[in-house]
C-alpha cells in the first residue's frame, strides 16, 4: 500500500481500496488505465486482481524474483509474486498452512498464474541436490499434466479440462520439500468427442506430430492427425497457436524428471495409440444389422499394444455378455451401441492413465520424512465456462466454479467481520449476492439436482433423461435460479429446446441440455467392465466384480471430493487471486470493457472493495504505521519509547486527523477515507530529505558492516527460536500420538505401545491419591477408587498406610492411655453386642479405685480397686451400701472397714449380668466352701469398670454370661432363688410377689435405683 502510495499518480491506483469512489466505472477506468500501460496486476487489499494481456511480458524473470522476495506486500507494484511472497511469508512467521484460490473464467488466466507461483517457490528454496530434484519434478509436472489434462476449446488455446489442488509442502526453514496433487473430474468426454473448433487431449497431437519415427512404428501409427477420428471432429488438429514438436519433447523430458521409467512410458505411449486405433475402429453390419468386426487392422493394434487377446477384445466390443443363473449368453450388438462401448472403453482407459500418472507424479514429489511440514496450497481449477451446447462436465464445472465462489464469499465477509470485531470498530454490512442458494439447488441431499439425477440413475423402470427433466420441474419448478421450456415465460421459451434445463449461475445463465447426462453420471461398472477386462494397464485386482454393484454416481463422487476439498481448504489461511479474461478473441493489449465488467460483476469484486471500505479504506498495525511516519511528529522521532498505540494517538493529533477519521483498534489504526492518508503520505515525501540526513546510518563501511551483522543476528536469532518452536511442537505432536495410542491399548498387556500411557495413570492416580489420603485411622471411605491398572498396587498401599496409622497412633499415646485401651478391649470383647448400656460406657475412662477417702480394710499392697456397691441380701433382698475391693486373689465386700464377706477368685465360679441397661451383677460361688454364703447379688454404678478388673485380676473373662430374662442364684447350697430383668416406664429394683428380685429396665445407668418394697 505505501508502493502504491507512492506510485499513484503515475498510472492508476494500484490498490483500489484507495480509490476515491466506489463505483464501476470508476473501477473499470483504473483496470483499463493499468491495463493500457501493461500493468495487469492491481490489489484489493490483499486479493490480487489479474488481467490476462495475452502477451509475455517480461515482469517474471530472476530479477523480479529477487525484487520481490523478502519485501513487505505494499512497498512494491502489485504483482503475483508479492502474493507468493507474503503467503510464504506468513507461513513460516505463523507456522501453519495456507492456500491460494486463483478463480476466474476459463482462459483468464488461472493455470499460469498458478505456475508463476510455482516457479517463484522454486526460486525460493535453496539449492540443495535433494531440494533440486524435488523442484525440478514440480515443476516439471506441469507440462505432463497439461500434455494429458489441457487441451484447446473455444475458450482457450490451453485449457485445463480438470482441476488441481497442488499442495506444496515446507520444512521449517522454509525449504520447499515436496508436493502433493489432488486432481478432480477430467472431461474424458473430450476423448472422443469435441466441439467445432477444439481439439482433443494435446498428447495425442504432441504423439503423432512430435513422435519419433521409431516409436510411431513401434505404436502402429501414421504421422497424420487427419487419419484419426478422434482427433478431427473439431476440424482444427493443426494450430498455429501450438506446437505439438516441441511439446512433445517438453514431455518427454519431464516424464523422465519426474521419474516415468522407461517401460512404463512405452506402455503409456501405448495406451495412448491404442486410444487412436480404437477411435479409428469402425463396425460393419451383419446380415441382421448388427454390428461385426472382421479382421480389423486396427483391433489388432489395440490388442498388441494392450497385451489382450484380440478376440476377446472384438467379443467386448461387439457383444454383451448377459448372464443367466449358471450360463452366460451373449447378445450381439447393433452398430451404434457397439460405437457406445468402444468410445466408453477409450474414455476409461484415458481416464484411468490420467489417473495413474497423476499417481505416479505424486509418488515422484512425495516427501517420505514424517518432520512437520507446512503447506501452501495451489487451487487452479477449470474456470466457469458457456458453451452452445452444455454437458454434463460443464454442469459439473460450474457447479466447482459456484463452490469456490461460496467459499470466497464466506471467507472474505467471515475475515473482514472477524477484523472489525476483534478490534473493536463498528461494522457496517455490505450487501452481496450470496450464491448459496444456486449452491443448494445443485447439491442439496434429497432435494438438489444431484440427489434427483442419483434417484433417476437407480430407479428401477424406465427411466429416461426426460423423465430426469420432468422430475426436476416437478421438484425445483419454482426456485428462482432454475427453468426449463416448460416452465419459462414465452419470450425466454424460444431460448429453450423441450430437453434443456436452465440454471442462472452466479457467473450467468447456463442451458444445459439432458441427453446423455443421466449416462455420463452413470459409469456404469457393466459398461465400463471392457475396458478393464482388455486394457492390460491397471488390471484390476477387484476383477471379480460383484454382480450388483452399485454404479458410480459421478456427479455424488464429484460432490463429496469438493466438499472433501472444501474443508480442508477452509483449515488453512486463504489467499485470493481473481483473474479477468480481458477479451474473446485472445488478442494481446485488448481489453473488451463489456467483458471485463461482466467478470468484474460476477466475481463480486466491487463487493469484495466495498466491503474493504465499508468503514475503513486503510488499517495498520500501530507498530507498522508509527514506523513509517514517526518522522512526521517530534514526539515520536527518533524514538517513541512508550506503547505502539499512544506513539500513534500521539502522531495522528500532531497531524491533525479529525475524530471523524479515524478510529483506534485494539492493535491498527483505521483510516476512513484515502486522502487522509495521501495527505499523510504526501507529508512523509516532504519530510523524506530532511529524513535522510537524520539517517542513524552515517555511511561509513563499519556502521553499514554494523547494520549487517545486526540484522544477520536478528534473522538468526528468529530462525533459532523458529527451529525451538518446532521442536517443542514435534515433540508435542509425538506425545499427543503416544498418549492417544497408549489409551486405546490401556488393556492389552503391557507392549511399547501402552506401557508410558500406563506409567503416566500410574503416576496420575499416585499424584492424585498422595492429596486425598484418609486422615484418621477410623476414616474407611476416603481412598480413591484406583484405575484398573493400579488396583493391586492401591490396596497394598491402602493396608500399609493404614498400618503406618495405626503405628503412628499406637506410639503416640502414653503407658496410662494404653492401660485404658487394654482394659477397654477386654470389656469389647465381653459386652459388645450383648449389653445395652454398653455403648455408653466406651467414652468413659477406668479409674484406678473409686473409693478416695472412705474408710476401707488395708489389705496392703494386694488391695488394686475399690468401688461402692449396693449389695441386695439374699434373704428379701434388702438393699445394703457396701464397698467391694478387688486384689489379685480375691474380692471383698466390706461395710465400713469390716469384711463382710471373701470370695476367692478360685471359687468364682461364673459372673452374670442382663442384657438390659441395668446395673446389676451376680457373682457365682461355688457352695461346697463353707465359708461363702450363696452367690452375690449387688448394683454397681461402675458396672464395666468393675467387671472388666475382676475378669482381668480373677482371669474370669470366659466366665461371664448376659443373659436374658433372669438369673438363678444360689441362696444358700440347695436352695435357689432368682433375679428378673424387665423394661419397664419407671425403673425399680424390688421383691417380687414370686420371691424373686425384679429389676425393671433402667436407662440411665447412674440413676439410684428406688426400691419398692415387696
Ligand atoms: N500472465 C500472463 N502473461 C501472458 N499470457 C498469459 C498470462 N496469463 C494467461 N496468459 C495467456 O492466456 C492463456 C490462457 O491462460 P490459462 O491457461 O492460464 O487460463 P485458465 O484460466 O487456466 O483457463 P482454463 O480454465 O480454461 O484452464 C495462456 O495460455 C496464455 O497464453
Ligand atoms: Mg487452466
Given at each position: 500500500?505505501?508502493?502504491?502510495?507512492?506510485?499513484?499518480?503515475?498510472?492508476?491506483?494500484?490498490?483500489?481500496?484507495?480509490?476515491?469512489?466506489?463505483?464501476?466505472?470508476?473501477?473499470?477506468?483504473?483496470?483499463?488505465?493499468?491495463?493500457?500501460?501493461?500493468?495487469?496486476?492491481?490489489?484489493?487489499?490483499?486479493?490480487?486482481?489479474?488481467?490476462?494481456?495475452?502477451?509475455?511480458?517480461?515482469?517474471?524473470?530472476?530479477?523480479?524474483?529477487?525484487?520481490?522476495?523478502?519485501?513487505?506486500?505494499?512497498?512494491?507494484?502489485?504483482?503475483?509474486?508479492?502474493?507468493?511472497?507474503?503467503?510464504?511469508?506468513?507461513?513460516?512467521?505463523?507456522l501453519?498452512?495456507?492456500?491460494?484460490?486463483?478463480?476466474?473464467?476459463?482462459?483468464?488466466?488461472?493455470?499460469?498464474?498458478?505456475?508463476?507461483?510455482?516457479?517463484?517457490?522454486?526460486?525460493?528454496?535453496?539449492?540443495?541436490?535433494?531440494?533440486?530434484?524435488?523442484?525440478?519434478?514440480?515443476?516439471?509436472?506441469?507440462?505432463?499434466?497439461?500434455?494429458?489434462?489441457?487441451?484447446?476449446?473455444?475458450?482457450?488455446?490451453?485449457?485445463?479440462?480438470?482441476?488441481?489442488?497442488?499442495?506444496?509442502?515446507?520444512?521449517?526453514?522454509?525449504?520447499?520439500?515436496?508436493?502433493?496433487?489432488?486432481?478432480?473430474?477430467?472431461?474424458?468426454?473430450?476423448?472422443?468427442?469435441?466441439?467445432?473448433?477444439?481439439?482433443?487431449?494435446?498428447?495425442?497431437?504432441?504423439?503423432?506430430?512430435?513422435?519419433?519415427?521409431?516409436?510411431?512404428?513401434?505404436?502402429?501409427?501414421?504421422?497424420?492427425?487427419?487419419?484419426?477420428?478422434?482427433?478431427?471432429?473439431?476440424?482444427?488438429?493443426?494450430?498455429?497457436?501450438?506446437?505439438?514438436?516441441?511439446?512433445?519433447?517438453?514431455?518427454?523430458?519431464?516424464?523422465?524428471?519426474?521419474?516415468?521409467?522407461?517401460?512404463?512410458?512405452?506402455?503409456?505411449?501405448?495406451?495412448?495409440?491404442?486410444?487412436?486405433?480404437?477411435?479409428?475402429?469402425?463396425?460393419?453390419?451383419?446380415?441382421?444389422?448388427?454390428?461385426?468386426?472382421?479382421?480389423?487392422?486396427?483391433?489388432?493394434?489395440?490388442?498388441?499394444?494392450?497385451?489382450?487377446?484380440?478376440?476377446?477384445?472384438?467379443?467386448?466390443?461387439?457383444?454383451?455378455?448377459?448372464?443367466?443363473?449358471?450360463?452366460?449368453?451373449?447378445?450381439?450388438?447393433?452398430?451404434?451401441?457397439?460405437?457406445?462401448?468402444?468410445?466408453?472403453?477409450?474414455?476409461?482407459?484415458?481416464?484411468?492413465?490420467?489417473?495413474?500418472?497423476?499417481?505416479?507424479?505424486?509418488?515422484?514429489?512425495?516427501?517420505?520424512?514424517d518432520t512437520m511440514?507446512?503447506?501452501?496450497?495451489?487451487?487452479?481449477?477449470?474456470?466457469?465456462?458457456?458453451?452452445?451446447?452444455?454437458?454434463?462436465?460443464?454442469?459439473?464445472?460450474?457447479?466447482?466454479?459456484?463452490?469456490?465462489?461460496?467459499?470466497?464469499?464466506?471467507?472474505?465477509?467471515?475475515?473482514?467481520?472477524?477484523?472489525?470485531e476483534a478490534?473493536g470498530?463498528?461494522?457496517?454490512?455490505?450487501?452481496?449476492?450470496?450464491?448459496?442458494?444456486?449452491?443448494?439447488?445443485?447439491?442439496?441431499?434429497?432435494?438438489?439436482?444431484?440427489?434427483?439425477?442419483?434417484?433417476?440413475?437407480?430407479?428401477?423402470?424406465?427411466?429416461?433423461?426426460?423423465?430426469?427433466?420432468?422430475?426436476?420441474?416437478?421438484?425445483?419448478?419454482?426456485?428462482?435460479?432454475?427453468?426449463?421450456?416448460?416452465?419459462?415465460?414465452?419470450?425466454?421459451?424460444?431460448?429453450?429446446?423441450?430437453?434443456?434445463?436452465?440454471?442462472?449461475?452466479?457467473?450467468?445463465?447456463?442451458?444445459?441440455?439432458?441427453?446423455?447426462?443421466?449416462?455420463?453420471?452413470?459409469?456404469?461398472?457393466?459398461?465400463?467392465?471392457?475396458?478393464?477386462?482388455?486394457?492390460?494397464?491397471?488390471?484390476?485386482?477387484?476383477?471379480?466384480?460383484?454382480?450388483?454393484?452399485?454404479?458410480?454416481?459421478?456427479?455424488?463422487?464429484?460432490?463429496?471430493?469438493?466438499?472433501?476439498?472444501?474443508?480442508?481448504?477452509?483449515a488453512?489461511?486463504?489467499?485470493?487471486?481473481?483473474?479477468?479474461?480481458?477479451?474473446?478473441?485472445?488478442?494481446?493489449?485488448?481489453?473488451?470493457?463489456?467483458?471485463?465488467?461482466?467478470?468484474?460483476?460476477?466475481?463480486?469484486?466491487?463487493?469484495?472493495?466495498?466491503?474493504?471500505?465499508?468503514?475503513?479504506?486503510?488499517?495498520?498495525?500501530?507498530?507498522?504505521?508509527?514506523?513509517?511516519?514517526?518522522?512526521?511528529?517530534?514526539?515520536?522521532?527518533?524514538?517513541?519509547?512508550?506503547l505502539?498505540?499512544?506513539?500513534?494517538?500521539?502522531?495522528?493529533?500532531?497531524?491533525?486527523?479529525?475524530?471523524?477519521?479515524?478510529?483506534?483498534?485494539r492493535?491498527?489504526?483505521?483510516?476512513?477515507?484515502?486522502?487522509?492518508?495521501?495527505?499523510?503520505?504526501?507529508?512523509?515525501?516532504?519530510?523524506?530529505?530532511?529524513?535522510?540526513?537524520?539517517?542513524?546510518?552515517?555511511?561509513?563501511?563499519?556502521?553499514?558492516?554494523?547494520?549487517?551483522?545486526?540484522?544477520?543476528?536478528?534473522?538468526?536469532?528468529?530462525?533459532?527460536q523458529?527451529r525451538k518452536e518446532v521442536e517443542r511442537r514435534d515433540w508435542a505432536v509425538k506425545v499427543i500420538k503416544k498418549f492417544i495410542n497408549g489409551f486405546i491399548n490401556r488393556g492389552d498387556a503391557r507392549s511399547t505401545d501402552n506401557s508410558e500411557y500406563l506409567a503416566f495413570v500410574r503416576q496420575s492416580y499416585l499424584n492424585r491419591l498422595k492429596l486425598k489420603l484418609p486422615q484418621t485411622v477410623l476414616d474407611k471411605t476416603t481412598w480413591l477408587t484406583p484405575p484398573s491398572v493400579c488396583q493391586e498396587a492401591s490396596e497394598l498401599l491402602r493396608k500399609v498406610y493404614y498400618r503406618l496409622m495405626v503405628r503412628k497412633y499406637v506410639r503416640g499415646i502414653s503407658q496410662q492411655k494404653k492401660g485404658q485401651l487394654q482394659m477397654k478391649v477386654v470389656t469389647s470383647a465381653i459386652f459388645k453386642g450383648k449389653k445395652d448400656s454398653y455403648p455408653q460406657s466406651i467414652t468413659r475412662s477406668f479409674l484406678d479405685t473409686r473409693i478416695v477417702n472412705g474408710h476401707l480394710v488395708n489389705l496392703h499392697s494386694s488391695q488394686t480397686y475399690s468401688v461402692p456397691v449396693v449389695k441386695y441380701d439374699r434373704k428379701g433382698f434388702k438393699p445394703r451400701p457396701r464397698q467391694i475391693l478387688l486384689t489379685t486373689s480375691a474380692a471383698y465386700l466390706v461395710e465400713e472397714a469390716k469384711i463382710k464377706q471373701r470370695v476367692l477368685y478360685t471359687s468364682l465360679k461364673g459372673i452374670s449380668v442382663s442384657n438390659l441397661t441395668d446395673d446389676i451383677v451376680v457373682l457365682h460361688i461355688t457352695c461346697e466352701d463353707a465359708k461363702q454364703k450363696g452367690d452375690l447379688v449387688f448394683q454397681c454404678d461402675h458396672l464395666f469398670e468393675f467387671l472388666t478388673k475382676l475378669s482381668m485380676l480373677a482371669n474370669k473373662q470366659n466366665a461371664f454370661q448376659v443373659v436374658k430374662g433372669s438369673i438363678t442364684i444360689e441362696i444358700q447350697s440347695g436352695k435357689q432363688g432368682a433375679v428378673d430383668f424387665t423394661t419397664g416406664p419407671e425403673p425399680l429394683v424390688y421383691k417380687d410377689k414370686n420371691g424373686h428380685l425384679m429389676v425393671v429396665r433402667h436407662p440411665p445407668p447412674h440413676t439410684p435405683y428406688p426400691l419398692k418394697s415387696g
Open positions: 500500500m505505501e508502493g502504491a502510495l507512492v506510485a499513484r499518480d503515475k498510472v492508476g491506483i494500484q490498490d483500489f481500496v484507495l480509490l476515491d469512489e466506489t463505483t464501476e466505472t470508476a473501477f473499470m477506468e483504473n483496470l483499463k488505465k493499468r491495463f493500457d500501460k501493461d500493468l495487469i496486476y492491481t490489489y484489493i487489499g490483499a486479493l490480487v486482481v489479474s488481467v490476462n494481456p495475452y502477451k509475455d511480458l517480461d515482469i517474471y524473470n530472476s530479477n523480479q524474483m529477487d525484487l520481490y522476495m523478502g519485501v513487505n506486500f505494499f512497498e512494491l507494484p502489485p504483482h503475483i509474486f508479492a502474493l507468493a511472497d507474503t503467503v510464504y511469508h506468513a507461513m513460516m512467521l505463523e501453519n498452512n495456507h492456500f491460494i484460490l486463483i478463480s476466474g473464467e476459463s482462459g483468464a488466466g488461472k493455470t499460469e498464474a498458478s505456475k508463476k507461483i510455482l516457479q517463484y517457490y522454486a526460486a525460493c528454496s535453496p539449492e540443495t541436490d535433494l531440494l533440486t530434484s524435488v523442484r525440478d519434478k514440480m515443476l516439471m509436472s506441469n507440462p505432463v499434466l497439461e500434455a494429458f489434462g489441457n487441451a484447446k476449446t473455444l475458450k482457450n488455446d490451453n485449457s485445463s479440462r480438470f482441476g488441481k489442488y497442488m499442495d506444496i509442502q515446507f520444512n521449517s526453514e522454509g525449504e520447499a520439500l515436496g508436493g502433493h496433487i489432488l486432481n478432480y473430474l477430467l472431461e474424458k468426454s473430450r476423448v472422443v468427442h469435441q466441439n467445432h473448433g477444439e481439439r482433443n487431449f494435446h498428447i495425442f497431437y504432441q504423439l503423432v506430430e512430435g513422435g519419433e519415427e521409431d516409436l510411431l512404428h513401434q505404436l502402429g501409427l501414421e504421422r497424420d492427425c487427419l487419419y484419426y477420428n478422434y482427433l478431427t471432429q473439431g476440424e482444427c488438429a493443426i494450430m498455429s497457436s501450438i506446437n505439438d514438436k516441441n511439446d512433445w519433447k517438453t514431455v518427454k523430458n519431464a516424464l523422465k524428471v519426474i521419474e516415468v521409467s522407461e517401460s512404463d512410458r512405452t506402455d503409456l505411449f501405448g495406451v495412448v495409440a491404442s486410444v487412436l486405433h480404437l477411435g479409428n475402429v469402425e463396425f460393419d453390419p451383419d446380415s441382421r444389422g448388427n454390428a461385426s468386426l472382421d479382421n480389423n487392422t486396427e483391433l489388432r493394434w489395440v490388442s498388441t499394444l494392450l497385451g489382450v487377446n484380440a478376440q476377446t477384445l472384438q467379443e467386448g466390443l461387439t457383444y454383451r455378455k448377459i448372464r443367466a443363473q449358471q450360463d452366460q449368453v451373449l447378445s450381439p450388438f447393433n452398430i451404434d451401441h457397439a460405437i457406445y462401448v468402444r468410445d466408453a472403453l477409450a474414455k476409461a482407459m484415458y481416464g484411468r492413465t490420467f489417473t495413474w500418472l497423476v499417481r505416479q507424479i505424486n509418488e515422484s514429489m512425495e516427501n517420505k520424512d511440514k507446512m503447506v501452501i496450497g495451489l487451487l487452479d481449477i477449470y474456470g466457469f465456462e458457456v458453451f452452445y451446447v452444455n454437458s454434463f462436465e460443464q454442469f459439473c464445472i460450474n457447479y466447482c466454479n459456484e463452490k469456490l465462489q461460496q467459499l470466497f464469499i464466506q471467507l472474505t465477509l467471515k475475515s473482514e467481520q472477524e477484523e472489525y478490534e470498530i463498528e461494522w457496517e454490512a455490505v450487501q452481496f449476492f450470496n450464491n448459496k442458494i444456486i449452491c443448494d439447488l445443485v447439491e442439496e441431499r434429497h432435494r438438489g439436482i444431484i440427489s434427483i439425477l442419483d434417484e433417476e440413475c437407480l430407479r428401477p423402470g424406465d427411466a429416461t433423461d426426460l423423465t430426469f427433466l420432468e422430475r426436476l420441474e416437478e421438484k425445483m419448478g419454482d426456485h428462482p435460479h432454475f427453468v426449463t421450456h416448460r416452465l419459462a415465460d414465452i419470450t425466454t421459451r424460444k431460448t429453450l429446446d423441450r430437453g434443456d434445463f436452465r440454471l442462472l449461475h452466479y457467473a450467468g445463465e447456463v442451458t444445459y441440455c439432458v441427453v446423455g447426462k443421466r449416462d455420463r453420471h452413470t459409469q456404469h461398472t457393466e459398461r465400463v467392465r471392457p475396458s478393464q477386462q482388455h486394457t492390460g494397464r491397471e488390471r484390476p485386482s477387484h476383477s471379480k466384480y460383484r454382480e450388483r454393484e452399485r454404479p458410480v454416481q459421478v456427479a455424488t463422487q464429484f460432490k463429496s471430493s469438493l466438499l472433501k476439498l472444501t474443508e480442508s481448504l477452509l488453512k489461511d486463504a489467499w485470493y487471486v481473481r483473474c479477468l479474461k480481458s477479451n474473446e478473441s485472445k488478442k494481446p493489449g485488448v481489453l473488451d470493457e463489456a467483458l471485463v465488467r461482466h467478470q468484474v460483476k460476477y466475481l463480486g469484486l466491487m463487493e469484495h472493495l466495498r466491503v474493504r471500505r465499508a468503514g475503513f479504506a486503510y488499517r495498520r498495525r500501530y507498530e507498522v504505521f508509527l514506523q513509517r511516519y514517526k518522522a512526521l511528529c517530534p514526539a515520536t522521532w527518533p524514538h517513541w519509547l512508550g505502539p498505540m499512544d506513539g500513534v494517538q500521539v502522531l495522528v493529533q500532531h497531524l491533525g486527523y479529525m475524530p471523524y477519521e479515524y478510529k483506534m483498534g492493535t491498527k489504526i483505521f483510516i476512513r477515507h484515502p486522502k487522509t492518508l495521501y495527505a499523510t503520505e504526501d507529508a512523509f515525501e516532504r519530510c523524506k530529505h530532511e529524513l535522510g540526513e537524520r539517517k542513524m546510518c552515517c555511511g561509513s563501511n563499519a556502521c553499514c558492516l554494523l547494520r549487517t551483522k545486526a540484522f544477520q543476528m536478528d534473522v538468526a536469532w528468529k530462525a533459532a523458529a
